[in-house]
């Protein structure tokens, strides 16, 4: 148990880092390591009581709320069990080392960070927030939070704000490495759930979908979800679970989550409707249902995350060693690296001229044709001749007139033939 515990904090890890190098899937048509992590995404429609289930799950109030799109980015929220009686934290990918103790401050954080992507305005943004959670009341676990769906644009919203949400979700669902956490009300008509009308067009035979019924304690007098929840009604291959969250009334109360945990398994324990299915109902079995189911995902998927990962440091690394080393700031590991190259040209030149490399024959022709019949164009017999000499060596000597050798005035002829020499030089090297 402790090592898939620490498979699961490793790949929170490598979450994180994907969100950091900008790789968090999306509408990405090419393969990326985000999407091969197995995760689970909460979908459901506005007003479908995902924020409360969250809240259920973690133990804590700290999600902004309000009317209309709340959710305006994803939030990948890690929950990281600890030891009991260490305190309560939440900590940002954004704000690393800073430490949340008031979960009222990670509520006013998340929205303070929507805001600096989307403004005030109610866009959304596909960029993520990443919020860990460290407490001793979870269970090791990582969900996705979406926008809720909508069927129509209110004001202040784009018209395309429809289409963008639906596009937003299906992005991340449509992947065979996400399971799907679909909220519906049980207060609603369950063929008319936005959430389970999108999971079952990504995902027909269910095998990835976990389907949950909230507001189970809001239906009409005299009804009840018993089929859905024993899987007549809408069968998925994995169990229906009911939860029952806060009420308004609750939440305005300021009613805490250990207390309405306590009577959520009241609710299932003494309800006639559902006493049987206790066991298997309410936001703490959710929570250790969906841990342990994804760590046998995890488990399945393990060699083919590793193989991405070692072929995609392979694939790196090749186009760094073909674009080269990063060049060394300090003048030594400059002349070093010089020194390098030269030794590279020098073996290479040598390949081609010894037969080892194709093009020996065209560097012969460029030394035995070119370079001589550019050598014999020079105009040596007028700078080697008597009268440029005495006139060069005379400049060179100036009013003090040379005593046995006139050193200058030789340095000056010899620059001057070496001059000539750089223009079929380089003309050559060029071929």
């Not at 005030?120 to 460290?134: F, G, M, N, R, T």
């Not at 392979?314 to 300090?330: C, I, K, M, N, T």
Request: one cysteine or more; proline letters at 6%; glycine letters at 8%.
């Amino acid at each position: 148990m402790a090592t898939m515990e620490s498979l699961i904090v490793t790949v929170n890890r490598i979450q994180r880092a994907c969100t950091v190098l900008g790789d968090h899937g999306g509408d990405s048509a090419l393969p990326t390591l985000w999407e091969a992590l197995p995760s689970v995404v909460v979908v459901g429609g506005q007003s479908s009581g995902k924020s409360s289930v969250l809240e259920s799950i973690v133990g804590r109030d700290f999600l902004p709320r309000g009317s209309g799109i709340v959710t305006r980015r994803p939030l990948v929220l890690q929950l990281h069990k600890t030891e009991q009686g260490v305190q309560e934290y939440g900590e940002f990918l954004h704000l690393p080392k800073k430490k949340f103790t008031d979960f009222a401050m990670v509520r006013k954080e998340i929205q303070d960070e929507t805001d600096r992507v989307t403004g005030k305005s109610k866009q959304i943004s596909p960029v993520p927030i990443h919020l860990s959670i460290y407490s001793p009341n979870v269970v090791n676990l990582t969900l996705i939070d979406l926008p809720g769906l909508t069927k129509v644009a209110v004001e202040g919203q784009p018209e395309s704000i429809v289409n963008d949400i639906e596009s937003m979700v299906r992005s991340y669902v449509e992947k065979p490495n996400c399971i799907i956490l679909a909220i519906t009300p049980a207060n609603q008509d369950i063929a008319t759930s936005d959430a389970m009308k999108l999971s079952r067009e990504v995902d027909p035979t269910g095998e990835r979908t976990f389907g949950v019924l909230t507001k189970l304690d809001l239906m009409d007098k005299g009804t009840n979800a018993v089929d859905v929840l024993e899987g007549r009604a809408y069968p998925l291959q994995h169990p229906w679970v009911g939860i029952v969250n806060r009420s308004q009334a609750d939440i305005n109360k300021n009613v805490d989550m250990i207390a309405a945990r306590r009577r959520e398994r009241e609710f299932f324990a003494t309800s006639p409707d559902y006493g049987h299915l206790a066991s298997k109902m309410g936001s703490e079995y959710l929570a250790k249902l969906l841990s342990k189911h994804l760590e046998s995902v995890i488990r399945a998927r393990l060699p083919g995350i590793t193989s991405l990962i070692n072929k995609s440091i392979d694939e790196l690394e090749a186009e760094l060693s073909h674009l080269g080393r990063p060049v060394a700031v300090d003048a030594g590991a400059q002349l070093y690296t010089i020194l390098e190259l030269c030794r590279a040209f020098d073996r290479i030149f040598k390949e081609h001229l010894d037969g080892g490399r194709p093009g020996g024959d065209r560097i012969y022709g460029v030394f035995d044709h070119q370079l001589p019949a550019a050598l014999r164009k020079l105009p040596f017999d007028r700078h080697l001749s008597l009268q440029n000499i005495r006139k060069v060596v005379s400049e060179a000597d100036g009013y003090q007139p040379h005593l046995i050798a006139p050193e200058q005035g030789y340095r000056r002829l010899i620059d001057g033939a070496l001059n000539y020499f750089r223009g079929p030089a380089e003309a050559s090297v060029d071929a």
